[in-house]
């Protein structure tokens, strides 16, 4: 759970040919912050991942940036 661009990238693009669809358009940037920032400190990650937070800003740099 340490590649925060990784975390956006899967949940803005889902990952093709398995179950993970694409979240980009049922989520807006504070709803996709806040899913990858629990999911980066839930489920005993807190302690293996970086603890660096995902704030809606992320998500609009990775839409600039990749979309």
């Keep these: 759970m340490n590649d925060k661009a990784k975390q956006i990238e ?9 179950q993970m669809q694409s979240f980009a358009e049922q989520l807006n940037e504070v709803e996709m912050a806040s899913v990858i920032t629990f999911t ?7 302690r293996s991942g970086d603890g660096e937070i995902v704030i809606p800003k992320d998500i609009v740099e990775y ?4 979309l």
């Design 63 to 66: 839409k600039e940036t990749n």
């Design 10 to 18: 899967i949940l803005m693009e889902g990952i093709r040919g398995s």
């Design 40 to 46: 980066r400190l839930a489920w005993g990650n807190e």
